[in-house]
């Protein structure tokens, strides 16, 4: 008997994933959790029957929620991480000698804890001597928070369930004021292919370009999220996410990535017209 997981995309739409076995399943405090192998993407994370992360696509997500602000901000040291159970953030923010403080801020130990024991690929970075991890709600931590943090990275599940708050207006305000005067905040942008996920991405947007006056989206291709076509967002109270790059600095660190470069971050920035109408839909409305 063949077994596969399928998640619905929308009414019309499903993937599925043959699966080799299923290595976990169980219910935190907050979501089911579970871990499956498949022959074609390897591990992989789902939380309430949605695909988080896959052990082959998951490092374009990671390089590119990371290595974007890096690029950037030319003396990145304390770093706010929201999320990121799995720790694929923390392991492309560990490559870094300069940084010197990760705070990472998870609503959900237990997912934490079933990444180290299944994820060993992302999680390998979640014991690095700088990382503290806080187990509480993002929203609430931020709200104690004042110009601190030089880097935000918000790498939160969809907006419902556990990861609703982090996409209101209060929380991107909040972040606003956890950043030190020249600091960046990095969040995942939702797809704009799919109708539904499209006013996702529109609501997340209008609140963050109401809190920052410099807010760009980029994208990537993830094969196993909706669509495959993901949008990043990348607000900050002085770096211009293109005009800024510095990549003779940042190439002279021979950091390896596998999907992130400088010349594809430039062209990250440069949308699909159909992408930048839906934002300037929202930028213009009050």
């Not at 192998?37 to 992360?53: A, H, Q």
């Not at 390998?124 to 929203?139: A, H, W």
């Not at 969809?158 to 305000?173: C, I, M, Q, S």
């Amino acid at each position: 008997m063949e077994l596969w997981f399928t998640e619905k995309h929308t009414e019309n739409v499903k993937l599925s994933i043959k699966v080799d076995k299923q290595l976990y399943s169980g219910q935190s405090d907050y979501q089911r959790i579970d871990v499956f192998t498949s022959p074609e993407f390897g591990v992989f994370l789902t939380l309430d029957g949605y695909m988080m992360l896959t052990e082959k696509d998951e490092f374009i997500y990671h390089e590119m929620m990371v290595h974007v602000p890096m690029a950037v901000h030319p003396n990145v040291k304390n770093v706010l991480v929201i999320g990121a159970g799995d720790g694929g953030v923390v392991r492309e923010l560990t490559k870094y000698d300069t940084v010197e403080n990760i705070d990472m801020v998870e609503i959900d130990e237990q997912v934490v804890e079933i990444c180290k024991e299944y994820l060993p690929f992302t999680a390998c970075k979640l014991e690095d001597s700088r990382v503290n991890i806080k187990y509480q709600d993002g929203l609430r931590y931020v709200r104690g928070c004042e110009d601190k943090y030089d880097l935000i990275i918000v790498d939160s599940t969809d907006p419902f369930g556990p990861g609703e708050g982090l996409f209101t207006k209060e929380f991107y305000g909040n972040c606003f004021r956890a950043l030190k005067e020249d600091g960046i905040v990095v969040n995942q942008h939702e797809s704009p292919y799919y109708s539904d996920d499209a006013l996702a991405m529109q609501r997340a947007h209008k609140r963050i370009v109401q809190s920052f006056d410099i807010s760009r989206v980029y994208q990537a291709h993830i094969p196993t999220y909706p669509s495959g076509h993901w949008l990043f967002g990348f607000s900050s109270k002085k770096y211009h996410p293109v005009k800024d790059i510095d990549e003779e600095r940042w190439n002279s660190l021979g950091i390896q990535t596998k999907y992130y470069n400088t010349n594809l971050h430039k062209g990250a920035f440069y949308l699909p017209n159909y992408v930048e109408n839906l934002l300037k839909h929202v930028e213009n409305v009050d």
